[in-house]
């Protein structure tokens, strides 16, 4: 029966909750060693001192599909509705270094994602959007330099200087590998081109955000100890390949964000938002000699939504988008995307796209959640649950470092073999009962209409292709020649690419031909295809 | 008695293998032999090991929206090499597009909410249909 209820509960990481905490359960903490106050390490509380009566969360919800005009007609729209920042998503050819004539790129041209083969792409994404007015998140991995390099030059077109742009691209080759699948090149130069990245926004970009360290482990079947402990130990990774360039931690340490998920499960969520702030703290003040509070800060972003959504009944979703973002404005997080109800399905639909904005809206405007700092410290189950969440994940994370780091672990599968028996783990207690889903495998209804969903437009391949053959024909055939070769010998040295990539970019070489030259250096990565 | 054999493919550009992976170690504790293509498999590659691997059931996990086109290419490769193997596809599907997918003659459709259950019924009864022998349970195999 759906009523009966097992005496013992557990967090999703598999921690013992119990039925009543007390004032013994923290009567260990000393507050300003354990906790700090808000802006003040290690941070427990969260990184600023006013949170949000400074400034609520960046809504930034995450758009792009079909041609580069119809994302701008959305980011048009997006902005209208009183969203604050821009968050571009790509279609898979553009996130794999294919272009849109390219035989890989059939039938997935502008599908999950806005398709960008060359700079004229990106000046009309950003048509009429002044990039000193907005900030920009772009989910760009593999070819990221690429992107970054658009970008900045749109930005230079219209006359905003450097260093006045600012944004994310998201640049976190590791979780690829881990998870996420959208690699190109092998690990290692991938983790140069991470770096290039990293090295080029330290030093020429000052508002301008390098890495998002994400956390696809998570929707990929990780728990949500071990998506912290993943993510965390891939901070570690870049920060160790920054510090090797010969970067001082204090000069990037600052730029580096993270990404997370988040699902219903509302005060381990919280929980591991706030262990984790400690436990970055700690680690980046005490293990690498960093010595200004801002290197001390994890800045970090989420999702509210993925794996946690379901198809059956829908709008079920808007419920759960809900709880989960009134979790992460208890958290304190810097930034948040509300994924829609329809995202089961399709992209979202316009009504879907504006209703969840509209939730992040109502937890920040109407409840009482954002009018105070921290509203949920000092309680019994909430600090007890962080000192959990620290123990669980810090005891992941020394594991990882005992098998010779996060590189390594992902080198040798070790990472993908826990996500996919996690996973696997997750489905089987969910068949059986053990995990609930309201509509799933509870109180399932059996006449569900699906919702109206958003339909691409189904010309869009063929009029990128279209355009993509005109800018073929009309660039200078010498200058873009000359920019690949010069990107082709740079590749086989050992010096940042940005440099290059920034003048094959301006000569309006294509995403598939500066990857494809880059293909020919570093080779491709060869997935395992165990289980 | 021959024990089951399944091709789990993942087409398309999309990396979200969950599912697939899943679904894959689903079939195998069921006692079927499993093979799974690993990403980015080609329509052309899947039809090839199909035939090489002289598979019973072709299961398809596409997440990117592009499963319209990826399913009609690969029944025609597959019909085109003589193969009469049921084609199974899994992932995200909105409803309206699985009668376009059955009408194209994929064998079934299952959406997030599929168990691992029913996902195993199915493919042993569409084997089945096609005149392969039952699959063995794991207490029988070899």
Request: hydrophobic content about 45%.
């Amino acid at each position: 029966m759906a009523g009966e209820r097992p005496k013992q509960h557990h967090t999703r990481s598999g921690t013992p909750i119990k039925p009543l905490y007390t004032a013994a359960d923290t009567a260990h903490l000393d507050p300003a060693r354990d906790l700090g106050n808000p802006g003040e390490y290690p941070f427990v509380r969260g990184i600023y001192p006013d949170m949000y009566l400074g400034k609520y969360w960046t809504m930034r919800q995450y758009a792009g599909f079909g041609t580069p005009r119809e994302t701008n007609r959305r980011f048009r729209y997006l902005l209208d509705s009183g969203q604050t920042g821009l968050s571009v998503a790509l279609d898979l050819p553009t996130q794999l270094g294919y272009d849109s004539d390219a035989a890989e790129a059939a039938g997935e041209v502008g599908r999950v994602g806005v398709a960008i083969d060359s700079l004229a792409d990106m000046e009309a994404i950003f048509d009429g959007i002044a990039l000193d007015r907005v900030t920009t998140s772009f989910t760009i991995n593999a070819t990221a330099p690429i992107l970054l390099a658009m970008y900045e030059a749109v930005a230079e077109k219209q006359g905003v200087a450097k260093s006045r742009i600012a944004g994310t691209v998201q640049n976190d080759l590791l979780k690829e590998f881990g998870a996420r699948g959208a690699w190109i090149f092998p690990i290692a130069p991938s983790l140069r081109l991470c770096v290039d990245v990293i090295e080029y926004c330290t030093t020429q970009l000052p508002r301008f955000h390098p890495i998002s360290i994400a956390s696809h482990y998570r929707d990929a079947g990780a728990n949500p100890a071990e998506e912290m402990a993943y993510t965390l130990a891939a901070g570690v990774a870049y920060v160790r390949a920054t510090v090797a360039r010969g970067l001082p931690i204090d000069a990037f340490a600052s730029r580096l964000s993270f990404f997370f998920y988040t699902y219903t499960n509302f005060f381990e969520e919280i929980a591991k938002y706030r262990a984790g702030r400690r436990i970055w703290a700690r680690l980046m003040r005490e293990t690498f000699a960093a010595t200004s509070p801002d290197s001390w800060r994890l800045r970090a972003a989420c999702v509210c939504g993925g794996h946690s959504l379901t198809q059956a009944e829908p709008l079920n979703n808007i419920t759960r988008t809900t709880i989960e973002t009134m979790a992460v404005a208890c958290a304190g997080l810097q930034s948040v995307f509300t994924a829609a109800y329809d995202e089961a399905f399709a992209i979202p639909t316009e009504l879907a796209a504006r209703t969840a904005l509209r939730v992040q809206q109502i937890v920040a405007y109407e409840t009482d959640v954002a009018k105070t700092v921290d509203p949920l410290a000092g309680s019994y189950f909430v600090e007890s649950l962080t000192d959990d969440m620290e123990r669980a994940i810090t005891g992941i994370m020394s594991d990882i470092e005992a098998r010779g780091g996060m590189v390594r672990c992902l080198e040798e599968g070790f990472i993908q073999r826990r996500i996919a028996q996690r996973a696997f783990e997750y489905q089987r207690a969910l068949d059986g009962g053990e995990v609930k889903v309201v509509g799933v495998n509870l109180f399932r209804s059996e006449a569900d209409a699906a919702p109206e969903v958003h339909h691409g437009d189904p010309e869009a391949e063929a009029d990128q292709v279209a355009g993509l053959a005109k800018l073929r024909a009309g660039r200078d055939h010498s200058a873009v020649a000359v920019a690949l070769d010069r990107l082709e010998a740079e590749a086989r040295g050992e010096g940042n690419l940005m440099p290059a990539i920034q003048a094959a970019v301006r000569a309006y070489a294509t995403v598939g031909e500066i990857s494809g030259r880059l293909r020919r250096v570093f080779g491709e990565y060869l997935p395992p295809t165990g289980f | 008695m021959r024990t089951l054999r399944v091709l789990v493919g993942k087409p398309g550009l999309d990396g979200h293998d969950r599912g697939a992976r899943v679904v894959a170690s689903a079939l195998r504790d069921a006692g079927m032999e499993v093979i799974y293509t690993g990403l980015r498999a080609t329509p052309e590659a899947i039809a090839k090991t199909a035939l090489q691997e002289d598979v019973d059931v072709v299961g398809l996990s596409v997440l990117s929206g592009a499963h319209e086109p990826i399913a009609r290419r690969i029944l025609a490769l597959l019909a085109e090499k003589g193969l009469d193997v049921p084609v199974l596809i899994g992932g995200v599907i909105p409803p309206a597009d699985r009668a376009r997918l059955l009408a194209l003659g994929v064998a079934a459709v299952f959406g997030q909410e599929a168990t691992l259950a029913e996902i195993v019924a199915a493919v042993r009864a569409l084997a089945v249909r096609k005149g392969a022998q039952p699959a063995a349970t794991p207490e029988t195999d070899g």
